[in-house]
């Protein structure tokens, strides 16, 4: 069964410095797909970032990147430069990739709360 | 990027009724998904909605409690039936990208307080 886990609850950061939330998943399918969603205190939940489990290099996105470590069955979020309008829940999802198409559901972490500190 | 909306964005409810919740997406999708997120969790999926079919539900949601229609393929609606206040959520509905990127995007939800 696949299976994520976020391990931080809460972080905090300096306005303008970079932060990392942490999220190592479990699967035993070959082919998946790993996202991050922003969710504000208004409930939306806004995409972020996805990365491939066949891409060879880590995907970016503006300000965030994702530091994917295969091996160790990682997915951590990069957020660079970080901004007031970066406080909000994060969480991390996995899904399985079918060949052609993504069509599968997500599963998710329980989430990191990042408060930006001016 | 899709471009998601539900209808109604918040409502708050009696014990016993029932709401219907809407989502309309701006490009065909052949799935669609609904998810309940309740205070202070993390995102659940209750079933996956396919044009044509039956929606296949998760473990521990039932078709009598949340049953869904999807009349196309831009359409699907959830009812949360017989509400009590453990319904009391923001329920959201997600489609996969289109155009062969693989982002899968998010309704801007509806929270739903049952007293």
């Known amino acids: 069964a696949q299976k994520i886990t976020q391990t931080q609850p809460g972080m905090f950061v300096q306005e303008k410095e970079a932060v990392t939330l942490d999220c190592t998943y479990d699967?035993?399918?070959?082919?998946?797909?790993l996202f991050w969603y922003k969710q504000p205190s208004s409930g939306e939940m806004i995409f972020l970032i996805y990365?491939?489990?066949?891409?060879?290099q880590n995907a970016t996105e503006g300000r965030y990147s994702l530091n994917f470590q295969k091996a160790r069955k990682s997915a951590n979020l990069v957020i660079s430069a970080s901004q007031l309008g970066d406080s909000a829940m994060y969480f991390c999802?996995?899904?399985?990739?079918?060949?052609?198409?993504?069509?599968?559901?997500?599963?998710f972490g329980k989430g990191t709360k990042l408060s930006v500190k001016p | 990027s899709a471009v998601i909306s539900q209808k109604p964005s918040r409502d708050i409810c009696q014990r016993g009724t029932s709401l219907t919740i809407q989502c309309q997406v701006d490009?065909?999708?052949?799935?669609m998904f609904w998810y309940r997120q309740q205070p202070g969790q993390s995102l659940t999926l209750i079933a996956t909605?396919?044009?044509?079919?039956?929606?296949?539900?998760e473990s521990g949601f039932v078709i009598d409690k949340f049953p869904i229609s999807r009349p196309n393929l831009t359409f699907s609606t959830l009812t949360v039936s017989n509400m009590s206040p453990e319904d009391s959520s923001i329920y959201l509905c997600?489609?996969?990208?289109?155009?062969?990127?693989?982002?899968?995007?998010f309704g801007p939800g509806t929270r739903l307080t049952v007293l």
């Open positions: 699967t035993s399918d070959p082919s998946y797909g």
């Open positions: 990365q491939g489990s066949y891409d060879q």
């Open positions: 490009s065909q999708v052949t799935m």
């Open positions: 999802a996995m899904r399985e990739d079918y060949y052609g198409g993504s069509q599968g559901n997500l599963i």
């Open positions: 909605a396919n044009q044509g079919s039956e929606a296949t539900y």
């Open positions: 997600s489609v996969p990208g289109t155009g062969g990127r693989n982002e899968q995007f």
